[in-house]
């Protein structure tokens, strides 16, 4: 290419990259111009009210003048009548167990003949359970029923309401977790539904994005004292569940170490829940919300950053690092 004619490609090229940078910074601008969301007016359905992340969202949504339908799975137990005393009178605790479709179809006529004058912003899925086995302590049961709540009962709330959602060009936003995206020991069950539920989200923000419809991810790492989520366990509870080919393969003192290294990861995360509430906010009420939102502490960042980007093969070494996973290897019985 000689001087003369990369000047005139040069020359073609560099106006229209400055058109693209105008439109870009325009659109940018308007974009951080515009107002946040205001909450009277609007209603927003939560899903697992009862305690933790659900709780603490309705409560910041309440205050911030939303109408809040607070789905429960016990309406008359301690932390729906704690939530509604602490809230105004447009927090509405509504009986909802995500793998019921009956639940799912009374909780919309509720919302229906309750809605605010402007309709249903936002829709947060965010019910779900947590348990921790290897693959081969957990039964198919096990998976059924973590899969049934975290998975099917996102999707089952999400379809029944979407048109709401439409109607308003709203918002729906999926509680997921790190462990979605990174397989770690003793989660299988766990990252498996979290794993679907993010599929869906993914495929259900492209199919929305033509009707104005924006799709939240949250990504939570251990906040396990924060929430209580984290289902704790003793040598009896998954030696007796047991068969003689698993008590073979998985000794006594391999499952007290593995409870002992659970509890005490467990103790290492969040103590409270203001990240997730803060993020779960931004995607309800900020005019551009994120994609996703991973939440981690800062030094944990950069590696889960990384981690869905990196070979298999050098995240699975990632493990033989592990103290952990050295004594596992030692102590089981492989013949």
Request: hydrophobic share 55%.
């Given at each position: 290419m000689n001087a003369s004619s990369f000047t005139y490609q040069l020359f073609c090229i560099v106006p229209g990259l400055a058109v693209?940078?105008?439109?870009?910074?325009?659109?940018?601008?308007?974009?951080?111009?515009?107002?946040?969301?205001?909450?009277?007016?609007?209603?927003?359905?939560i899903t697992g009210c009862d305690s933790g992340f659900g709780y603490?969202?309705?409560?910041?949504?309440d205050h911030k003048g939303f109408v809040v339908f607070a789905g429960c799975l016990f309406p008359q137990g301690t932390g729906a009548q704690n939530l509604a005393k602490q809230s105004s009178h447009r927090l509405k605790i509504v009986k909802l167990d995500v793998t019921s479709d009956a639940d799912v179809r009374q909780a919309k006529t509720i919302v229906q003949e309750n809605l605010p004058e402007k309709g249903l912003w936002a829709v947060v899925n965010n019910a779900g359970i947590s348990d921790w086995a290897e693959i081969e302590w957990s039964t198919i049961e096990d998976?059924?029923?973590?899969?049934d709540i975290n998975l099917f009962?996102?999707?089952?709330?999400?379809?029944?309401?979407?048109?709401?959602?439409?109607?308003?060009?709203?918002?729906?936003?999926?509680?997921?977790?790190?462990?979605?995206f990174f397989n770690c020991l003793n989660m299988g069950s766990y990252s498996v539904s979290k794993r679907g539920l993010e599929a869906f989200a993914d495929c259900l923000r492209v199919e929305m994005a033509s009707f104005g419809v924006k799709v939240s991810i949250i990504q939570p790492g251990n906040f396990g004292q924060a929430t209580n989520i984290v289902k704790m366990k003793t040598l009896s509870d998954i030696w007796l569940k047991f068969d003689d080919e698993r008590k073979q393969t998985f000794s006594q003192d391999y499952i007290k170490l593995a409870i002992e290294y659970f509890v005490s990861t467990c103790r290492t995360g969040f103590t409270n829940a203001d990240k997730v509430i803060n993020a779960m906010l931004h995607a309800i009420t900020a005019p551009s919300p994120n994609r996703r939102y991973m939440i981690v502490s800062a030094t944990d960042r950069v590696f889960f950053q990384l981690y869905p980007y990196l070979p298999t093969a050098l995240t699975d070494a990632v493990f033989s690092l592990s103290s952990m996973y050295a004594a596992r290897k030692e102590m089981l019985y492989v013949k």
């Open positions: 693209l940078l105008l439109v870009f910074a325009k659109v940018f601008s308007s974009r951080c111009r515009s107002s946040l969301v205001d909450g009277p007016g609007w209603a927003v359905l603490e969202l309705a409560r910041c949504l998976f059924h029923h973590m899969v009962g996102s999707i089952r709330t999400t379809v029944a309401f979407l048109p709401l959602v439409r109607a308003a060009k709203g918002r729906v936003i999926f509680v997921s977790s790190i462990f979605a």
